[in-house]
């Protein structure tokens, strides 16, 4: 497969980066942020299971660690695996929230766009919820 496009959406968050990771790491909270995963997550196994419009998906997370990465992969129902990197790295007193979008195989420049578009406001809920 041919490298992807990819772009890099981000957010500044004006609190400590280990907050902000230890909260948007714990799957339990991803619904509060992570709107694709609103429906919540059920543990199986190593992995969560969520509903929502892509039908069932399985959601794998990059194990724990102390280097603010929160990469996780999205197995769709008819197989698609789609890998999301999503890093919280220092910024003085705050942090910086980074999700690399890649935009798959077929996808048409609409569907890129909406997608960027969705992560925007996922990062911005978690913006939002972080800096009360």
Known sequence: MATMPARIIHRSIERNWR???????????????????????????DDWIAKGV??????????????????HT????????????????????GCEVMFTLLRLPDMTDEQFEADAAHVARDLEALKKLMEI
């Open 19 to 45: 907050d902000v990771w230890a909260f948007a790491g714990a799957p339990e909270n991803m619904p509060l942020w992570a709107s694709g995963l609103a429906s919540g997550l059920e543990k199986s196994g």
């Open 74 to 93: 999205v197995t769709i129902a008819n197989g698609l695996r789609v890998y999301n990197a999503l890093r919280i790295i220092t910024n003085g007193d």
């Open 54 to 71: 892509l039908g069932t998906v399985r959601v794998s997370f990059a194990p724990h660690n102390e280097f603010g990465v929160l990469d």
